[in-house]
């Protein structure tokens, strides 16, 4: 399986912003490999994100194991907190 990260390149949040670093920055400290999907430049794949979390209003960055979903920023701080990183991404 392959993680999966929704992301937005182009965000009035800096909060947004800041959310998606820390999880791709993980992903990269651990040398996880991942597949980053912008939606910034999509009105489809916003769609898509949203219908796979199941939220219609469900914000980036949203993460995925295949086809398992993850969860969004708020779940990987937990794990992190946890000291279960690995067990948020399924792996």
């Known amino acids: 399986m392959s993680i999966k990260v929704y992301y937005s390149s182009v965000s009035g949040s800096r909060e947004v912003k800041q959310h998606q670093s820390e999880i791709l920055n993980f992903l990269d400290a651990k040398k996880i ?5 912008d939606i910034a430049g999509s009105g489809d794949l916003k769609e898509e994100m949203r219908k796979k979390v199941g939220n ?8 995925f194991n295949g086809d398992k ?9 937990d794990a992190m907190e ?4 690995e067990a948020f991404f399924k792996l």
């Open 33 to 37: 490999k991942y597949f980053a999907v």
């Open 56 to 63: 219609q209003s469900a914000m980036p960055p949203q993460v």
């Open 69 to 77: 979903y993850c969860g969004d920023y708020q779940k990987f701080s």
């Open 82 to 85: 946890d000291g279960k990183p």
